[in-house]
C-alpha cells in the first residue's frame, strides 16, 4: 500500500562534541524528538565539513578531527514541527537548522511488524 502526504523536514546542523543536559547533543535530539512523539529522526555523521568558524573538520587519518559534522534530520507534520521549534531554540544553542517542505510516502506492508 502506498501513501503520500506533506510534512516538514528539518535539519539541524550540529557538532559531534556538542553536549546538551550532559549528553550528546545529537543523542538528546533524538531522544526529545520521540520523546514529542514526532514521525521520525535520523542522526548522519559528515566526514568532512565546516561550519561558521570556518575549521574543516574531517575524518582523515593524518588529521583526525574530536568533532565531525553531525546532521540531525527529523520529518512530520507542520503543525507539530511548529510545536518543537521554539525549544530548539533553548537546546541548540550553536549550529544550523533548515527547514524545508517534502512529500513524505509511505510504504507499508500487509504484515504487522514483530519488533515494535
Known amino acids: 500500500m502506498k501513501r503520500e502526504t506533506e510534512a516538514v523536514l528539518l535539519r539541524i546542523f550540529i557538532g559531534e562534541s556538542d553536549r546538551y543536559d550532559g549528553k550528546p547533543l545529537f543523542r538528546y535530539l533524538v531522544e526529545f ?20 568558524t570556518s575549521i574543516i573538520h574531517t575524518t582523515s587519518v593524518l588529521r583526525l578531527s574530536a568533532d565531525l559534522p553531525i546532521v540531525v534530520e527529523v520529518v512530520d507534520r507542520k503543525e507539530k514541527i511548529e510545536r518543537i521549534k521554539p525549544k530548539l531554540v533553548e537546546i ?3 549550529g544550523l537548522i533548515t527547514e524545508e517542505k517534502v512529500r513524505i510516502i509511505f510504504y507499508e506492508s500487509n504484515e504487522v511488524e514483530e519488533d515494535r
Request: charged share 30%.
Open 33 to 52: 524528538f520521540k520523546k514529542e512523539g514526532m514521525a521520525g529522526a535520523t542522526v548522519l555523521r559528515g566526514i568532512l565539513g565546516f561550519g561558521r
Open 92 to 94: 541548540v544553542k550553536e
